[in-house]
C-alpha cells in the first residue's frame, strides 16, 4: 500500500474535506483538513475488493447468514487481541456512535448520570444530552504532558444518580493506552458504584509500535456489568460503512440489549457487512501493521516540527492518529490561537473544548494524511506561529 498517494478528496461529500470551509472558514482550495476523524487513504485490497464484488453482481439485496461475518470479529480479536469471543455476543449497530446511544437507552433512564473521562470523544456527551441524561465530567489529570484518572476524586464527585460509565480505551483524544492497573482501577470505581461500563475500543488496533493494548474483557470480574464496543470503520477507514461490534458477554445485559435493538427495528447494511468480512483477515492484519508504521512516521514528524515552535506541546500518542496539541504555553488567548491555525495556516483542526472540561487550550489534529501534507502543515504552524520562535 502506498500511503504517500495523494488521493484528491475534494467533491466526494467527504464530510472532512467538503465542509471544511463552510465549519472552520478554511478555504475549500487550499486548506488542510485535520479534523474529522477518518483517513485520506484507500482500505486494504482485500474491502476494496468486496465491494467491487458486490458492485460486479449489482443485486443489493437483504443480507441473510452472518456466520461468516461472526467468525471474522471472532478471528480478529482472538488473533489481535488475545481476546475470545463469543460469536453469539455480538451486536452489529450503525457504529459505535449509535452503540453508544443504545446503550445509553437501554441501560439508564432520564435525568440518570452517564460518566466520562475528560476530555473525551465529544459524540459521547451529545448522545447523552440528547437522550435526556446528564454528562457527569470526570476530568483527568494531565501531569507531565500525559493523562491518567484520579479515580479518588471521581469517587467524591459521584451522587448516587450515575448508571453508565463510557470509557474510551485506547483513548481519544490524547491516545493514552491505559494500562492493566488503570484498566483494574475502572472497573473496580464502576463496581463500587454500580455503573454499567462501556468500554469504547474503536482505536484499538492503531496502537503505536512499544505500546499493548489491553481489551476490558480480559479482566477478571467485570463482564457482569461490561459492554465492549470495537469496529472495522476508524481501523481500516471505512467510516461511511457505518458499523459497529457491541459486544456482550453478560446474558442478562445481553438481553436487554437484545430487546431494544429489536424494538427500533434495528438491523445492518450489506455493504458494512461484506466489508467487515473481508477486513478482519489475514489480508487485513498485514494492512494495519504497515499503517501503524505509517502513522507512526507521522506523528514523530509532527511532535518534533510542532515542539519546537516556543509554547506548543503536543502530547506523545501511545495510540489513534489524532495529535492533541497544547496551546496554553503561548500564554495566547482561544481565539487566538485558533485564529492562526485556521486563518494563517488554513488548517481545520477540532477545537478542544468540543470534548469537554479540561479541552480548553487545545486543538486535535488529524495526521492520517499522507506525509507530504503532514509537512505541508507543519511548516504552515512553525510559520503561524513565526514570532514565537
Ligand atoms: C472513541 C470513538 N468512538 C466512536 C467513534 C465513531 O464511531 P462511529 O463512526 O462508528 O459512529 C469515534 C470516531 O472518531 C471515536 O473516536
Not at 81 to 107: E, K, R, Y
Request: a negative charge; glycine letters at 8%.
Amino acid at each position: 500500500m502506498n500511503f504517500d498517494e495523494i488521493i484528491d478528496r475534494h467533491g466526494t461529500h467527504s464530510v472532512k474535506w467538503d465542509m471544511m470551509e463552510k465549519i472552520y472558514g478554511v478555504p475549500a482550495a487550499d486548506g488542510i483538513p485535520m479534523w474529522v476523524a477518518d483517513m485520506d487513504f484507500r482500505p486494504p485490497a482485500c474491502v476494496q475488493k468486496a465491494v467491487e464484488d458486490m458492485a460486479d453482481h449489482g443485486i443489493y439485496g437483504y443480507f441473510g447468514d452472518d456466520s461468516a461475518y461472526r467468525a471474522a470479529i471472532a478471528w480478529w480479536m482472538e488473533n489481535r487481541h488475545g481476546w475470545q469471543v463469543d460469536p453469539a455476543a455480538i451486536f452489529t449497530t450503525h457504529g459505535l456512535v449509535n452503540g453508544t446511544a443504545m446503550c445509553v437507552d437501554t441501560f439508564t433512564a432520564p435525568g440518570d448520570g452517564v460518566v466520562l473521562f475528560t476530555p473525551v470523544y465529544h459524540a459521547f456527551a451529545r448522545v447523552i444530552k440528547a437522550a435526556g441524561r446528564d454528562v457527569v465530567e470526570c476530568e483527568m489529570t494531565l501531569k507531565d504532558n500525559r493523562y491518567s484518572l484520579d479515580i479518588e476524586a471521581y469517587d467524591a464527585q459521584m451522587t448516587g444518580r450515575e448508571r453508565m460509565l463510557v470509557l474510551c480505551s485506547p483513548h481519544n483524544p490524547g491516545g493514552r493506552v491505559w494500562t492493566r492497573a488503570e484498566l483494574e482501577e475502572v472497573a473496580d470505581f464502576a463496581r463500587r458504584h454500580d455503573l454499567v461500563l462501556v468500554s469504547d475500543e474503536i482505536h484499538h488496533d492503531l496502537v503505536m509500535p512499544g505500546q499493548s493494548h489491553m481489551p476490558m474483557a480480559l479482566l477478571d470480574g467485570v463482564a457482569d456489568r461490561l459492554v465492549m464496543m470495537t469496529a472495522t470503520t476508524k481501523t481500516f477507514n471505512i467510516a461511511g460503512s457505518h458499523i459497529g461490534n457491541v459486544i456482550i458477554e453478560d446474558e442478562a445485559l445481553r438481553a436487554r440489549f437484545a430487546a431494544r435493538m429489536a424494538a427500533l427495528g434495528m438491523s445492518p447494511n450489506s455493504f458494512g457487512l461484506f466489508m467487515a468480512t473481508a477486513a478482519y483477515s489475514p489480508e487485513g492484519a498485514a494492512w494495519v501493521d504497515d499503517l501503524v508504521t505509517y502513522l507512526d512516521g507521522n506523528r514523530r514528524l509532527f511532535d518534533e516540527a510542532v515542539n519546537e515552535i516556543p509554547g506548543l506541546a503536543s502530547m506523545p500518542l501511545e495510540s489513534t492518529y489524532l495529535a492533541w496539541v497544547d496551546f496554553t504555553g503561548t500564554g495566547m488567548t482561544r481565539a487566538e490561537f485558533t485564529t492562526r491555525v485556521e486563518q494563517d495556516a488554513r488548517i481545520a483542526a477540532n477545537h478542544g473544548p468540543t470534548f469537554g472540561k479540561g479541552g480548553e487550550g487545545f486543538l486535535r489534529f488529524n495526521l492520517a494524511t499522507p506525509r507530504a501534507r503532514v509537512e505541508e502543515a507543519v511548516a504552515r504552524l512553525q510559520q503561524a506561529f513565526g514570532d514565537l520562535q
